[in-house]
């Protein structure tokens, strides 16, 4: 469909470069965001770092290049700046599982837990929150409750069910998954894995664990990112969104990554369809016409970050 507002001879790129200067803006990407619009990002990160980034940056104007929790999560951390979404319909199914009435409801009934939550949340259910966590710093997080203490986790089971393992402790877990990291076929993966002997199996957390355990290796995208660059492999079978790929090619371009498949009846490929919402178009126009932009409610906001600040104390 072509947009009205959008003029076809430009050269996208260049004018995206012109409007971040006349904003004073930065471009923040996540990892599975299209290769173009890596390629014009000031940073690329995992969650975690994307949002020490926003706290830190001088610039007035944030663009985020990610789903909604991504962007209000910037917002959470700067009030004064103005935090553009090129599609605000650019959702996650973790957030959708998990609205905040029925996240009220579940803290109610159980009393006496403190109430990790992971980051890909609303902003209504991070406020309700005692402390947010992403991939990279969850393990660090609970390590740090007391062990008499109860910990609800949320909304991820997933993710949950993975650090209940990794730590030890048993978690009240939310029952929410990932439409992109539940899809991943177990058999195929098999048959890659014989097939290609030497690559090593390297899985986000967000998988199930019929995938975990075929993976050499588990981490979020920024780990999985570095443990490619450390690895003396040469191959790599990928469960995670293939985003992520890109910058592996970027970053050591003589290995091959082979990415999972999905099961038999889901689309042929893992590609997150919230994140692949925005399009290098609509970077451009987000730029051009300031909207759409994250506005919260200030006492929401206040609400919202103290969970995110505690988060990155601890972490
Ligand atoms: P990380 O960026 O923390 O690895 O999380 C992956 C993800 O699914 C983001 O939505
Ligand atoms: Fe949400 Fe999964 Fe997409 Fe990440 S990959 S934004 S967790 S739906």
Redesign the pocket.
Known sequence: MVNQDLDLNIDLEEEIKKLKKKLNAVILA???QESEIQDMADFI??????ARRAKETPADVIVFA??H??AETAKILNPEKLVLLPDLEAG?S?AESCPADKFKKFREEHPGHVAITY??CTAEVKALSDIIC???NAEKIIMQIPEDKKIIFSPDKNLGRYLQKKTGREMLLWDGS?I??ETFSEKKIIDLKIRNPKAKVIA?P?CEDAILRHADYI??????LKYVQEDEADSFIIA??PGIIHQMEKAMPKKKYIPAPPEENSCSCNN?P??KRNTMEKLYLCMKNLSPRIEMEESLRMRALKPIDRMLEMS
């Open positions: 996540h990892y599975y990160g995992d969650s975690l770092e994307l990610g789903v929790f991504m996650c973790l980051i890909n992403t991939s990279s990932c992109v990291h986000h967000e981490g979020s995208t920024s780990k999985l995670t969104e997150c919230h994140m």
